[in-house]
Structure formats: structure tokens, C-alpha cells
């Protein structure tokens, strides 16, 4: 697959660490929230593979938060998802799908409780603020809606506890996954979750003090050489092995929370309003047609830019290969595919056509590893 360069522009947002990040060697940009976002540090492998024995300092800072403050915030952050907040608790994050009215799903975000009157929603790539603007005016809400100027830096990696005790102190060690504290650097309170966009521990830092936030990066990568730090960003390997979903790729708008293995964070038995609840209690009682799934295939490279249709061996569409990689591990392409019933079942085959071949899928759980 051939890359083209990304022209920055006032639409096209860097973040405070672009210029770090591009001295540091970064190869790849993808735009995330009208944000630049680091897609590559060289080899996907090689990086797949620090990261899951090391540490590594991701600028995710194109991961925008939407802030909601007000009387009825509450009201509006659980109109937005079908998760019931109604005993969520200040310092905790909480992974909520967002719904329509439709039953299908906005965004996936994680939402961050600071007070009782004040939520920050940390989104995937789509405007959910135009979303929460729209719910707050139709329905009258008491609220002030706007993004808040936060540059997320992400901490990943097995070393990444040793590295930020090193810098912030033995109680950062004492975070539950999930929560989230304020800690002192030279002064200056961070917001710090222990949270990340991979399965290999870590730490995302929620600055708002950019200056501060940029002395916190360089102070990183001192304390961190002890550790072998790198520069990095989210890992397609790493991502798809872990089974970690992301909005616009795996699923989107027509899809709904169900089909996407979502359940446990659908509360239609709690009492608490939202958006498409209606829709998605008729979902639930006819059943879904269909469902996301792993999927492997022997090869031994895939470049994946659009999604693929699988067919059976009569020619009948049964799916759509939506993202897709090579995985080291495995040795062999491993993707995630919406796959029709009857066929999402572990060990149904099906066949995909790359530049005029016809290649064997094989359906599989999620996740990977």
C-alpha cells in the first residue's frame, strides 16, 4: 500500500508533543479528531514487541475529551449511554457505549466521573460533542458543553508501574484499573488513570498544564532509559490480538451494541433513561443476526484499507473482514470480521478474494490472546 503525506493545517490539529514525536523518528500519522495521531514508529512488529516487554510513551492527545458540566449533567452523560451510571462513583472511568435512537451505537468512550455536576466523556474518532449538544437543547438541559484544553499522554507497557513510581512515588502503584487520581509533578496536579489503549498495563496522564505536560514528557524519557523506552503509539498487532475494538473500524453507526459483544454494558433491567432503550429491549427479544468475531487466515501479509466481503463456498455474502494484521504470534493474518448467522460460530470457514485469489478465513473467538 502506497503512503501519502498528511498536510498539516489549521483543520488538522498537532498536538503539543508533534514536534517531540517527529525528532524522536515517528513515520506514520493517522488524523483522529480533526488531530494528528502517531500511526507508526517503524515496524509494526518490532514495536508490537517492545511494547509488550517494555515501556513506551504514546501521544494520544487526539484522544479529545468532551466535558459536561452543570445541574443536569448527569441527566445528559446517561441519556447518552445504556450503561447505568446511577451508582458510579468520583475517581472512577467507565468504558459506556453511546446509542442513538436507533438502538445503534455513537461512540465508545471512556467516561471519567470528577464530580457529581462534572464528567469528562474521552472519545473515539467521531464529534459526540455536536451529539451532546443536540440531546442538552432538545431536551432543555441545565448544562455547559464545550472541550476542555486536556493533551493525553499515554504510559504502556509491563515497565510502565516501575517508570512512574520512579517519578511520582509509590502511591501511583496503588491505583485500581480504571480509577484515577490527581498526582504532583514539580507543582503542578495531573489527572492520571490507570487506563491505556492496550492489554499491557498502563497509565494515561490527562494534562492541562501543556508546559508542565511537555517537562513531563523529557523527565519520561530521562528516568525512563533504565527501562528501554521508546516513543510509540496504539499497536494494530497488539490491538487486534488483544481484541480491543475501535469505532469507525470494527463498528460504527449501523451497528448496535449487541452485534459488537457489547451486553454486559447494556442495562435494560435498571430504571435509569437513555437514548434508544426502547429499541434495543426489541433488539435484545428478536435476537441479532449477526456479530463480530475473530477471524485467521494463512498469509503471511494483508493491507487491509477498506472491509472485505466473505463469502461462503456458493458465493453468498456472510460477512465483512473489517480490521485486519499480521500477527507475529500467530504466525499468520489474525482480523475482526462481522460475520451473519448461522455462520458466526468458532471454526466456520469462509472466503475472501485479494487481487484475484480466493482465500480461506477461519472464524474464531475474540479475543486473540
Not at 468532551?66 to 447505568?84: N, P, S, Y
Request: aromatic share 10%; charged share 25%; glycine share 8%.
Amino acid at each position: 500500500m502506497k503512503g501519502f503525506p498528511i498536510v498539516k493545517s489549521r483543520r488538522v490539529r498537532s498536538s503539543p508533543y508533534t514536534s517531540r514525536i517527529e525528532k524522536q523518528g515517528v513515520t506514520a500519522y493517522t488524523v483522529y479528531n480533526h488531530m494528528l495521531l502517531p500511526a507508526a514508529f517503524g515496524s509494526l512488529e518490532d514495536s508490537c514487541d517492545h511494547l509488550k516487554k517494555n515501556v513506551q510513551v504514546w501521544d494520544v492527545a487526539a484522544e479529545r475529551q468532551v466535558e459536561i458540566i452543570g445541574k443536569d449533567a448527569a441527566r445528559l452523560v446517561q441519556l447518552m449511554t445504556c450503561r447505568d451510571l446511577s451508582k458510579s462513583k468520583i475517581g472512577r472511568c467507565y468504558y459506556c457505549p453511546l446509542i442513538d435512537e436507533n438502538g445503534n451505537l455513537v461512540n465508545d468512550p471512556v467516561i471519567l466521573k470528577l464530580a457529581e455536576d462534572r464528567w469528562w466523556i474521552s472519545i473515539a474518532d467521531s464529534d459526540v460533542i455536536f451529539f451532546a449538544k443536540g440531546l442538552a437543547t432538545g431536551n432543555k438541559f441545565d448544562v455547559k458543553i464545550f472541550e476542555p484544553h486536556v493533551d493525553i499522554l499515554a504510559i504502556q507497557g509491563p515497565k510502565s508501574f516501575d517508570l512512574m513510581e520512579k517519578i511520582f512515588g509509590q502511591k501511583i502503584k496503588e491505583l485500581k484499573f480504571f480509577g484515577f487520581d490527581y498526582f504532583d509533578f514539580k507543582g503542578v496536579k495531573h489527572l492520571i488513570a490507570r487506563s491505556g489503549w492496550s492489554k499491557q498495563g498502563g497509565f494515561e496522564v490527562y494534562v492541562e498544564n501543556t508546559n508542565s505536560g511537555l517537562e513531563l514528557y523529557d523527565q519520561l524519557f530521562e528516568v525512563g532509559k533504565e527501562f528501554n523506552i521508546k516513543p510509540g503509539c496504539p499497536n494494530l498487532i497488539e490491538r487486534i490480538e488483544s481484541g480491543l475494538l475501535s469505532y469507525g473500524n470494527d463498528f460504527d453507526n449501523n451497528d448496535n451494541p449487541f452485534e459488537c459483544g457489547f451486553d454486559k454494558y447494556v442495562n435494560l433491567e435498571s430504571k435509569v433513561v437513555f437514548l434508544g432503550k426502547d429499541k434495543l429491549i426489541e433488539i435484545q427479544k428478536k435476537g441479532v443476526k449477526r456479530k463480530l468475531m475473530g477471524v485467521q487466515i494463512d498469509l503471511n501479509q494483508i493491507a487491509l484499507t477498506k472491509s472485505l466481503e466473505i463469502k461462503d463456498n456458493k458465493g453468498s455474502l456472510i460477512g465483512e473482514l473489517r480490521s485486519a494484521c499480521f500477527s507475529p504470534h500467530f504466525k499468520k493474518v489474525i482480523g475482526i470480521a462481522m460475520i451473519k448467522e448461522p455462520y458466526c460460530k468458532v471454526s466456520t470457514s469462509g472466503i475472501i478474494e485479494i487481487e484475484g485469489n480466493s482465500i480461506v478465513v477461519k472464524v474464531c473467538d475474540l479475543p486473540f490472546i
